[in-house]
């Protein structure tokens, strides 16, 4: 069992950043394709980022791309989401998410083996 704990955050303005963490009990980690998923309130939890397990293919849904970057220590058992240039749009609830598999691109959530409890994000216009 795979436990997966997020953090990083909180409330910001338009235009800021945040950086969210997750850390993986695990120390297969780097086993694992990590993702990053949100869910906004009223909608559907949607795919944001997925990463390689070994950090070199990245994949992006369109809203994000250019503004956030999901990278992975595997040295640490941790995965990132670097978020920049903020948009109310962007608040929702993020989760870290792991599976097993070659391709690391989106791919339905049902997939994903372990999920963390999920971090809030509120961005104020």
């Known amino acids: 069992q795979v436990q997966l704990v997020e953090s990083g955050g909180g409330l910001v303005q338009a235009g800021g950043s945040l950086r969210l963490s997750c850390v993986a009990s695990?120390?297969?980690?780097?086993?694992?394709?990590m993702g990053w998923f949100r869910q906004a309130p009223g909608k559907e939890r949607e795919f944001v980022a997925s990463i390689s397990r070994n950090g070199v293919s990245t994949y992006y849904t369109d809203s994000v791309k250019g503004r956030f970057t999901i990278s992975r220590d595997n040295a640490k058992n941790t995965v990132y989401l670097q978020m920049n240039s903020l948009k109310p749009e962007d608040t929702a609830v993020y989760y870290c998410?792991?599976?097993?598999?070659?391709?690391?691109?989106?791919?339905?959530?049902?997939?994903?083996?372990?999920w963390g409890q999920g971090t809030q994000v509120t961005v104020s216009s």
């Open positions: 998410a792991s599976r097993r598999g070659l391709f690391a691109g989106p791919t339905r959530q049902s997939e994903y083996d372990y």
């Open positions: 695990e120390r297969t980690f780097s086993t694992y394709i």
